[in-house]
């Protein structure tokens, strides 16, 4: 099996250990269970490492995988390059850390198979959708991600969880439908649907009131599963009522690939990027910046705080990416990166304090340092990354992002992000105070610490938190500063793959 | 390019229904009437003025066949909203279990 | 000619599926766009999407009817606050106006630039063997997409097993025993 | 089909229910057999195959269709169908790349001609028919749950 045969391999094991999972699921005790879900996400962070190394051998820094052997205009492809290759390290590592997590957190929940089975259903469609070459391909495993994660979200079947999740559903259908709606434009424009050959042609054509009315309608659709603010509504309810390992897993990772590095796809490489969406960008980012935060001040519930900042943040990546110069996208990436891991790791830690202690409502807890050292360790290490303080990797990113604002003369846009880091610094303040200082209330006495697999994965996470300051490295930065080439010259992706092709 | 229009009219209906109506079961028939216009619209980008089905004759060579392209996608994207119609109608039946109506301004028990 | 006369019923039986009171009689009406879709896909000459929309629709209607008929439902009471019908307006109004411009841009309707299915229809058969193209489209040219598609259609069947299933969360006596 | 009369419809639809119950089922598994050569295909028929059983249930109660088809076999025999056509594409491996039609083409207008796109039909078939019917029972069992509260 030579090299170029990883790449359907991201598709192919977590499909199979869903079905698998599904018919074996009933008879099987729950450990086996267990084995079974964590070794796929194992083999599947081993794979993702592995492409990164076999990208530098590989011609045009591309590996272009043909399905079926046809041919990309003909058939669909599967076109992984530097900032595909990015997005499986970040998807496959925060995977495996919350599928070894939700093996002891699913004590609480019935029917645990189906679970894993939709688990790794929405792990399907996340790596279907960053590995594939195809717009509508791209539309079909964005939906598979999505109908795994309305499921998830009403998993405990309560009365709130399925208000939020009907609320999700709808919301991410209609934005579905714009999306292909969209897609059926391009078609008719350009008569294809491989995303190298529309670039191509969208670069020749002269069209007007085409591109504009199509970003316009992406912008809507994948903005929604960004949960940029205009759009934003679903976010709040949805993650809160979902069980912890999945909502760390919504926010920590489904509206990055599904909203951002959809979007930056298809407006860097498909689209070509203007002036106008880099603005739009901009100004989305902005506020989605300090509405989140705002909002996120008044919140008494833990898990619905952390979704208020899941929108800031995600405003903070978007401003970043938004700036277009090379400073800006890699701040914009490597905030994702951090995004990823300490929003994961702080969700982690509110799913270890339901699991313990029962309530989300900070009010009724106080003091559990004593209780649960690990937990209130993690969560320091965390809160100080998201809040930014020197040593954490959350500092860094912030930093080159204020640095691009200041450097393109975006003075205003600067400001927001200073003011915004702050605010997120005071909301973070509160959740160390009430949760976990302070004196141990008498109704906490019998707490005890998390099991050990959960604390096993929250310290993994941690580590990664510290560790992620020191990307900056001159060895480590082209890790992502390929990934920044990549969308910068736009146009070199429809070249390199119409290019392969034609030798 | 008139009949375009007409389908994104019936779009903009089933996304008024969706956005403007109170009881879930009128958002859902909304939902399915967006799905319905977004599969026409796609087809009709396909069709040819008298072109033939794109099935190959046993005895001469279809000439003017409609391209298959659109409707291959169309295949795929019927189906995708019946298993989200169908995912959306179960999560509805369970809120109506729990509240005992349909109407969503009364299931507001989320706070905020 | 007929395909205007489709779109038109189609619109009027949208609107009646919208406004109609009493929620069966709107079930029903959604059921006659559905299938004046399907007569739609056959004067477009589409029959594989026919059998399927005809057949998709007849199940999504008996669930829909199932979720409704023995629900004592009172009619479905009128008027939300006023911004946001007029916000509905006013995006539905820029949305229309917009795609006015861009549907000018579009090829005219009837004569699609088949570029990359040229190749398809050519040589579908020789290459995949079958004669009906479109089954050749999505069983060999675009066959991932169709696993996809079977994905997403076991997604929301395990979806439904799970949310439909009697006791989400075990209570907290009964978690002792189960760990 | 020994059955409590009182569950299902009225004698009427019963009878009717008989007859036409077995020409759908076999309408359904044509239509899916010859996707590649006449319209229709795996979803299609599997639709097909999924509403005559959902006919028999309406006709005769939930016990008589349940006892045909029960849920947890329904959910299973789902997960295998799929099974099935992913390892369909895998072993696509062997001719080369993902997807790759491995088998020989056969002639156009024959049965066994397009390769392993009757054995796909056939899997996506079983999928969808099985798939559609396992959420029907569930909402039907659901129903039942609540009145016996």
Redesign the interface.
């Known amino acids: 099996m030579n090299s170029i045969n990883v790449v359907p391999l991201f598709v192919i094991i977590p499909l199979f250990s869903a079905f698998f999972i599904s018919i074996v699921g009933k008879f099987v005790k729950r450990n086996a269970v267990y084995a079974l879900s964590v070794i796929p996400c194992i083999l599947l962070s081993f794979f993702s490492f592995n492409a990164l190394r076999l990208l530098q051998s590989a011609p045009g820094h591309m590996l272009l995988y043909k399905i079926g052997g046809w041919a990309p205009p003909f058939g669909i492809c599967m076109a992984v390059d530097a900032f595909g290759v990015f997005m499986l390290v970040v998807v496959n590592l925060v995977a495996l850390f919350i599928c070894i997590y939700s093996t002891g957190y699913m004590e609480k929940y019935t029917d645990m198979p189906k679970f894993f089975t939709l688990f790794f259903l929405m792990l399907t469609g996340m790596n279907g959708l960053i590995v594939t070459g195809d717009l509508f391909n791209l539309f079909v495993f964005l939906e598979i991600a999505s109908v795994a994660s309305y499921a998830l979200v009403a998993f405990g079947t309560e009365a709130e969880e399925l208000e939020a999740a009907f609320k999700y559903a709808i919301m991410g259908s209609v934005a579905s439908c714009f999306i292909f709606l969209g897609i059926a434009f391009l078609y008719g424009f350009t008569s294809t649907l491989n995303m190298a050959d529309m670039a191509r042609v969208l670069a020749t054509s002269h069209s007007v009131f085409i591109i504009p009315f199509v970003s316009a309608l992406f912008i809507m659709g994948f903005g929604l599963k960004a949960a940029l603010v205009p759009f934003h509504a679903w976010l709040p309810d949805a993650h809160p009522s979902a069980p912890a390992s999945i909502s760390a897993m919504l926010s920590g990772v489904l509206i990055k690939t599904l909203g951002v590095y959809a979007l930056a796809r298809i407006f860097f490489n498909v689209l070509g990027i203007t002036a106008t969406h880099l603005a739009v960008f901009r100004f989305l980012g902005a506020i989605s910046l300090v509405i989140g935060v705002v909002l996120a001040l008044s919140q008494w519930d833990l898990k619905r705080l952390l979704a208020y900042h899941s929108i800031s943040q995600i405003g903070y990546v978007v401003l970043g990416i938004g700036i277009g110069t090379p400073l800006g996208i890699f701040g914009g990436l490597f905030h994702l990166l951090n995004h990823s891991v300490f929003k994961s790791l702080l969700f982690l830690n509110s799913g270890a304090i339901d699991y313990s202690v029962g309530t989300r409502d900070l009010k009724h807890m106080s003091g559990l340092k004593e209780k649960m050292p690990i937990t209130a360790g993690t969560n320091m290490i965390a809160s100080m990354s998201i809040a930014g303080i020197p040593p954490f990797n959350g500092f860094f990113s912030k930093l080159i992002i204020i640095f691009a604002c200041v450097q393109a003369g975006y003075f205003g846009y600067c400001l927001i992000a200073i003011v915004g880091s702050i605010l997120t610094l005071a909301s973070f303040m509160k959740v160390q105070r009430y949760a976990f200082l302070g004196e141990l209330r008498q109704a906490c006495q019998n707490v005890k610490e998390a099991p050990f697999v959960m604390k096993f994965s929250m310290i993994a996470l941690a580590v990664i938190c510290v560790l992620g300051g020191f990307l900056l490295l001159p060895s480590l930065r082209p890790f992502i500063n390929n990934a920044v080439d990549v969308l910068i010259e736009g146009a070199k992706y429809s070249a390199i793959i119409l290019g392969e092709t034609a030798k | ?49 008298h ?6 004759a ?1 005895t001469e060579n279809v000439l003017n ?16 909203s ?18 005992g ?3 969503i ?1 009364k ?1 507001k ?4 | 000619m007929e395909l205007y006369i489709l779109l038109i019923f189609m619109i009027f039986g949208a609107i009646v599926a919208i406004e109609a009171r009493d929620l069966l009689s709107s079930v029903i009406a959604v059921g006659a766009v559905g299938f004046a879709l399907c007569l739609a896909f056959l004067v477009l000459k589409a029959p594989d999407l026919a059998i399927t929309q005809l057949v998709v629709e007849i199940l999504c209607l008996i669930i829909l009817i199932r979720a409704t008929i023995n629900r004592d439902l009172p009619l479905a009471i009128e008027g939300r606050w006023f911004f946001n019908t007029v916000s509905t307006i006013v995006f539905v109004a820029v949305f229309l106006f917009f795609a006015y411009t861009a549907l000018k841009e579009l090829p005219a309707f009837g004569d699609p630039i088949m570029s990359v299915v040229k190749r398809y229809i050519e040589q579908g058969t020789t290459e995949t063997g079958a004669v009906n193209l479109v089954s050749a489209v999505i069983l060999d040219f675009r066959a991932y997409d169709t696993l996809g598609e079977a994905t997403v259609l076991f997604a929301s069947v395990i979806g439904i097993m799970a949310i439909l299933r009697r006791k989400g969360r075990k209570k907290i006596e009964e978690k002792e025993d189960a760990s | 089909m020994r059955h409590n009369p009182d569950a299902g419809m009225s004698i009427i639809v019963k009878t009717v229910t008989r007859l036409t119950v077995g020409l759908i089922l076999l309408f359904g598994i044509y239509i899916v057999l010859h996707g590649h050569i006449s319209p229709g295909g795996g979803f299609a028929g599997g639709v097909i195959i999924a509403l005559s059983f959902v006919h028999l249930m309406l006709a005769f109660g939930k016990d008589v269709a349940s006892r045909k088809l029960s849920k947890n076999i329904a959910s299973n025999l789902e997960a295998v169908g799929a099974l099935m056509f992913l390892l369909i594409a895998v072993a696509g491996f062997f001719g080369g790349s993902f997807f790759v039609n491995i088998l020989e083409k056969g002639t156009p207008f024959k049965l066994f001609s397009a390769g392993t796109m009757l054995l796909n039909n056939v899997a996506i078939s079983l999928k969808v028919g099985v798939g559609l019917f396992a959420i029907f029972l569930a909402l039907v069992i659901l129903e039942g749950s609540k009145k016996k509260k």
């Open positions: 390019m008139m009949i375009y229009l007409l389908c994104l009219i019936l779009f903009c209906i089933g996304l008024y229904g969706v956005l403007r109506k109170r009881n879930i079961v009128k958002i859902i028939v909304g939902l399915g009437i967006i799905e319905y216009s977004m599969n026409l619209f796609f087809v009709l980008l396909g069709y040819r003025t072109g033939r089905s794109p099935i190959e046993r066949m409609v391209d298959p392209l659109p409707q291959a996608v169309v295949l795929t994207s019927i189906v995708i019946l298993a989200v119609t169908a995912l959306v109608i179960s999560i509805a039946i369970r809120i109506y279990e729990y509240y109506t349909f109407d301004t299931i028990r989320l706070k905020g």
